[in-house]
T-cell receptor, first 114, second 113 residues
Framework: DAMVIQNPRYQVTQFGKPVTLSCSQT?????MYWYQQKSSQAPKLLFH???????NEADTPDNFQSRRPNTSFCFLDIRSPGLGDAAMYLC?????????????FGPGTRLTVT | GDSVTQMEGPVTLSEEAFLTINCTYT??????LFWYVQYPGEGLQLLLK?????DKGSNKGFEATYRKETTSFHLEKGSVQVSDSAVYFC????????????FGGGTRVLVKP
């Protein structure tokens, strides 16, 4: 089945220690998104790639970076995680990023910062 | 700017009860509307969508109708099951705002046997 895969499902990192979360997709979609979801809240878009074009949200902290080396993979780098960065991180894809396009979500990576 | 407001939960129901989750939106243009569902410990899954006024989206016994006159997209199911226990998110996407999803706050639904 075509899908969005996130690894690892659970990640523990120390305060200030860089961490990378990964996402891969077999859907061959053009657009990949990263969301942050804190407990009992709606997902918050951090940034997205349309093909190789990176689009950052205005309120995404500089601490969060992303890489998309090819169509299938996208990475979220947190350079110096703080306690407030503990959250579920969701990767999603869409075919063309139009308003009628649905987004396909991965299962998420739950990040704990100690 | 765009916004989505949905009823706060938790909503607790007995099996086979009728479920309604209200959702209203504010948008500058003509958005597409979505309902996503999130089961415990998982990512979001699209439940249904509607892309223009008066469209009805339906899936797995759930329905929602795009009502432009009342800017609403209420989710309904006639007979819920325990397996419908989840968090439900209403969302919109609008071309004028880069097709980004704007989510409501989510509604937790708990169905008891």
């Amino acid at each position: 089945d075509a899908m969005v895969i996130q690894n690892p499902r659970y990640q523990v990192t120390q305060f200030g220690k860089p961490v990378t979360l990964s996402c891969s997709q077999t859907l061959n979609h053009n657009v990949m998104y990263w969301y942050q979801q804190k407990s009992s809240q709606a997902p918050k878009l951090l940034f997205h790639y349309y093909d190789k074009d990176f689009n950052n949200e205005a309120d995404t902290p500089d601490n969060f970076q992303s890489r998309r080396p090819n169509t299938s993979f996208c990475f979220l780098d947190i350079r110096s995680p703080g306690l407030g960065d503990a959250a579920m991180y969701l990767c999603a894809t869409s075919r063309d990023g139009t308003s009628i396009d649905e987004q396909y979500f991965g299962p998420g990576t739950r990040l704990t910062v100690t | 700017g765009d916004s989505v407001t949905q009823m706060e939960g938790p909503v607790t129901l007995s099996e086979e009860a009728f479920l309604t989750i209200n959702c209203t939106y504010t948008a500058t243009g003509y958005p597409s509307l979505f309902w996503y569902v999130q089961y415990p410990g998982e990512g979001l899954q699209l439940l249904l969508k509607a892309t223009k006024a008066d469209d009805k989206g339906s899936n797995k016994g759930f329905e929602a109708t795009y009502r432009k006159e009342t800017t609403s997209f209420h989710l309904e199911k006639g007979s819920v099951q325990v397996s419908d226990s989840a968090v439900y998110f209403c969302a919109l996407s609008e071309a004028a705002r880069g097709n980004k999803l704007t989510f409501g706050g989510g509604t937790r639904v708990l169905v008891k046997p």
